[in-house]
């Protein structure tokens, strides 16, 4: 009597079938799924930096605004306070959500700027009262954050 040792052609033919329809099934669904992690990702940075940018209005008494130009957001403060050139402060740092997550901005305003988010010093949004927002998008997948007129993230 012998003994077989290995696989046959057909058993392993069989086996890279069933692996091939199960890679074709789990990537689409896993490139989806870090899509939209990275949605989140970016929105999550971009409630946080409007935090930081009310709280920052608030604690120095002065107007702040969350800046945007192209996928990029930054804080800045008037007036300026520590030396250096220019008329304004930059708090932070300047944060590159394409770079960190592939996403595109698109910022929409009731005001008359449509490139920031303004804060007063009593922490209220002053860009003409209604809600400003910014969409975050990748591939199809979007979310977005809305600001109230009193400075609060309202989604």
Do not use: C
């Amino acid at each position: 009597m012998s003994r077989r040792a290995g696989f046959t052609l057909i058993e392993i033919a069989v086996a890279l079938v069933v692996v091939s329809l199960l890679m074709l099934i789990g990537i689409p669904k896993f490139t989806s799924a870090m899509t939209r992690s990275d949605v989140r990702g970016a929105r999550t940075i971009t409630v946080n930096l409007l935090a930081k940018a009310r709280a920052a209005s608030i604690q120095a008494n002065r107007r702040t605004w969350l800046k945007f130009s192209g996928n990029r957001a930054w804080i800045i403060a008037r007036p300026r306070r520590s030396a250096g050139p220019g008329t304004v402060d930059t708090l932070g740092v300047v944060e590159n959500l394409s770079t960190r997550y592939g996403v595109a901005l698109t910022t929409s305003s009731s005001g008359a700027a449509d490139d920031s988010i303004a804060f007063d010093p009593r922490g209220m949004s002053w860009s003409g009262g209604g809600a400003d927002t910014v969409r975050v998008s990748k591939r199809g997948h979007m979310d977005w954050v809305a600001i109230d007129g009193m400075g609060r993230v309202a989604k």
